[in-house]
């Protein structure tokens, strides 16, 4: 297994149906529950581990859990509202090394629980029409509604599942 992508990359189906959405949003309903369940009796020692050498630790994962799905479901929205918007990279690196990023990870638990909320309240609601709608992301190009959903139920478990590496590790790194 290569722990960069402890469940594969991701993979969106050619023709992304509404049932797939919803698989994806199941899982995004849930995820906060079990990213709680996993971290949030961890203590400082443990919050520090990592899944590899040189990758980010437990903190930093859920902190960027969650600006990574702020971003994304902004990037959703406007997919929606505005006529194929382009949207920044944001310098994950960056954002991952901000002073906020200390707070206890259960800032960011709650942050994501109401982005979560949002995003499945939006994505029940989605019409076929809907996912084919897309926005422009400045490096990676034309993005669809629906390839939108997929990561973003994606990249919460991706990071799920390196935290559970990482608290499987037996030292700090």
Do not use: C
Not at 29 to 48: A, H, P
Not at 134 to 151: L, P, R
């Amino acid at each position: 297994m290569d722990v960069r992508f402890p469940i594969g990359k991701l993979q969106v189906p050619e023709k992304v149906t509404i049932e797939d959405i919803h698989e994806w949003l199941k899982q995004i309903e849930t995820y906060t529950n079990r990213l709680g369940e996993t971290v949030n009796s961890l203590n400082d020692e443990e919050l520090s581990k990592t899944y590899r050498e040189g990758s980010w630790d437990i903190r930093q994962l859920v902190h960027h859990i969650a600006d990574s799905q702020l971003n994304m479901y902004q990037r959703l929205k406007l997919a929606l509202t505005d006529e194929s918007p382009t949207v920044p990279a944001f310098d994950q690196e960056k954002w991952a090394i901000q002073p906020d990023t200390n707070l206890p990870v259960e800032t960011s638990i709650k942050m994501l629980e109401g982005i979560n909320e949002r995003i499945v309240s939006l994505g029940y609601r989605l019409t076929e029409e809907q996912l084919d709608q897309s926005f422009v992301h400045q490096i990676n190009g034309e993005i669809s509604v629906a390839s939108k959903v997929a990561k973003l139920a994606w990249h919460e478990e991706h990071h799920l599942a390196h935290i559970k590496i990482a608290l499987s590790n037996n030292s700090g790194s």
